[in-house]
């Protein structure tokens, strides 16, 4: 069969046979095929669990540090000795110190843990759960570097003016309070807020605005252009949209190679 056929007004229609096309030729991959293999799988966050273990492991330092403080510093914190001299050759005061130095580095672990895990889960094109906790990933951290300040700020008046001792102790342990309270709130909001992520199971930003904008009536997707929305804002959600849809091809195109070399007999054996 001819390869193309000219028209009447002298252009050339192209027109192309199945036997002169060898991927036409081959044999259709069936239906369940093709969507186990090109539709997105979704990967949950594991950040939650990590986050509940952090903040289970800052209420026991805060519970500690007040029984270490009232055991061992009242009545009288120019004593300074605990039943059993557990702190011993330390003070008091170094030792809630230096847990809260061990605290503050694993709040720093777990930022970049939950930075890390939230990088990968926008390039699979989920960028509104990103920039949804983008100030509350690293929040509990910011509260942590502010209430080290303080008690840095503490401590050098307790150096400059060593009395009263006691009102130190109760205002490092406000501190360490305070500081619990806060990060208490930001962990669990960022917990809840990822743990509904994960259960909703979605597909990526771009397929679910596709999704919504299918059905009329529906809001207007926010790929565009919108009058609501910042310049800023709309250049980010499209370098994601775009960064998604390279790597989303790219995929798509290695399963493609892979599902067609699958069985590389069939087409040999008719021609």
């Known amino acids: 069969m001819a390869a193309g056929a000219r028209t009447e007004d002298g252009s050339l229609e192209i027109m192309q046979s199945v036997d002169d096309d ?16 090109f539709r997105p799988r979704f990967h949950p966050l594991p950040t939650v669990i990590i986050a509940h273990l952090l903040l289970f492991i800052h209420v026991v330092f805060v519970v500690l540090a007040f029984l270490t403080g009232v ?44 930075q890390y895990h939230h990088r990968k889960v926008r390039s699979r094109g989920y960028s509104l ?43 490092i342990l406000a501190v360490l309070a305070l500081e ?32 919504i904008c299918a059905y009329p009536g529906n809001i207007t997707s926010e790929t565009g252009f919108r009058t609501i929305s910042s310049l800023e804002e709309v250049v980010e959600k499209q370098g994601d949209l775009i960064v998604y849809l390279k790597r989303h091809n790219a995929l798509l195109s290695k399963r493609l190679l892979a599902l067609t070399s699958l069985d590389p007999g069939s087409q040999s054996s008719r021609t």
């Open 129 to 171: 759960i990103y920039r949804s906790t983008r100030r509350l990933k690293s929040l509990a951290l910011m509260i942590h570097s502010t209430g080290s300040t303080v008690l840095l700020l503490i401590l050098c008046l307790q150096h400059s003016f060593p009395e009263p001792s006691r009102l130190y102790l109760d205002l």
């Open 22 to 37: 060898p991927l036409l030729d081959a044999q259709l991959l069936p239906h369940h095929s093709l969507q186990a293999h």
């Open 71 to 114: 055991l061992c510093s009242y009545p009288n914190p120019n004593e300074d000795k605990c039943p059993g001299n557990y702190t011993n050759p330390l003070k008091v005061q170094t030792v809630i110190i230096l847990g809260k130095v061990i605290l503050w580095i694993l709040h720093l672990l777990l930022e970049r843990y939950i």
């Open 180 to 211: 619990l309270i806060s990060s208490m709130m930001c962990l669990l909001l960022y917990a809840e807020k990822i743990r509904k992520f994960n259960r909703a199971k979605p597909q990526p930003d771009v397929l679910e605005e596709e999704k």
